[in-house]
């Protein structure tokens, strides 16, 4: 089983990476972007074939280690 | 007073750190490797260094956070044992939980390496007892991420239980923000735990403990820390 994470900044933690992405795409004259907000994309293989398992020791390595859950936020998706 | 300097793969101030405590504060620490089990027996100081732990990878200090040492740093903490962190070892520090708040990519998005002022906020903590609360201080900074981020909340108890050590600041004192280099919440450059025994500071007090260094205004620390008993 795969699990797909997407590490996010919380809303209204700022983002300059994100700022700066946005300043070059609209120097590259795309219009009408509003916001980027930049984040982690982590993808882990698992020996587990347990759903509930899985995602429980996934959202452990999360709280742990993969997302710093004083400014970030997480979701896990399996596959 | 026993200091005991944690060595991190990819840590790079370790031996300015020693040679300030040698030079200052008059002892001689011993190094510990980030694999050991076990912290040497009788410190009363551990201090965690600048530099790169383990690359950066993914968060800076997020990978040295959960190195087996820091399990026992943790415990020596608990215990009323004194940390410092500096730069890597602040982010290290927060990630593994000793200190609130984050150090974030610096708002600049650039890396900076110059020397800082430095206001002192309070002489009420083993590591600044020998300067003045308003005392400005020359020190030099050298990082990606010390852009420190707490909740508003967080933010005001810091401000409340004068847990503030040093701010970033103008000639005069005063916390202006174009004087902030990483974007830092309120101009924070360093904070102190609960029990006031725990400080993390992005500057590098270790690198301005000599004229010829351009600055000794750091020397303030570790004469601080010299008669520290934990």
Redesign the interface.
């Known amino acids: 089983m795969k699990a797909r994470i997407h590490v996010t900044l919380k809303p209204g ?2 983002d ?2 994100g700022k ?1 992405i946005q300043n070059a795409l609209g120097g590259m004259g795309f219009e009408g972007v509003d916001e980027v907000r930049q984040g982690k994309y982590i993808e882990v293989d698992l020996t587990e074939t347990d759903r509930a398992k899985a995602e429980a020791a996934v959202k452990t390595m999360c709280e ?3 997302a ?1 859950t ?2 970030e936020n997480y979701t896990i998706e399996l596959v | 007073m026993k200091v005991g300097i944690v060595v991190f793969p990819g840590i790079n101030r370790e031996r300015d750190a020693a040679a300030a405590f040698r030079t200052i504060a008059g002892t001689e620490p011993v190094m510990i490797w980030h694999r050991e089990t076990e912290l040497p027996a009788g410190l009363d100081l551990i201090f965690v260094p600048g530099g790169f732990s383990y690359g950066d990878y993914l968060r800076p200090g997020a990978m040295a956070a959960h190195s087996p040492i820091m399990r026992e740093i943790k415990k020596a903490a608990d215990e009323g044992r004194h940390v410092a962190g500096v730069c890597n070892g602040f982010q290290i520090i927060c990630e593994a939980g000793l200190l609130p708040g984050a150090l974030m990519r610096n708002a600049s998005l650039k890396f900076v390496c110059r020397d800082v002022l430095l206001a002192v906020e309070t002489s009420n903590s083993p590591f600044t007892r020998a300067y003045n609360a308003g005392d400005v201080l020359q020190v030099p900074v050298a990082h990606h991420d010390g852009n420190y981020f707490a909740d508003e909340k967080t933010l005001d108890i810091l401000e409340g239980e004068d847990r503030i050590a040093f701010r970033y600041c103008d000639p005069e004192g005063y916390a202006e923000e174009g004087w902030n280099p990483n974007g830092a919440q309120r101009n924070i450059a360093g904070i102190l735990s609960e029990n006031r025994r725990v400080l993390g500071m992005m500057p590098h007090p270790e690198n301005a403990v000599d004229p010829l260094l351009g600055s000794s205004d750091g020397a303030g620390l570790f004469k601080s820390l010299a008669s520290l008993v934990s």
């Open positions: 933690v700022l300059p990476q700066a742990k280690l993969l710093n004083v400014v």
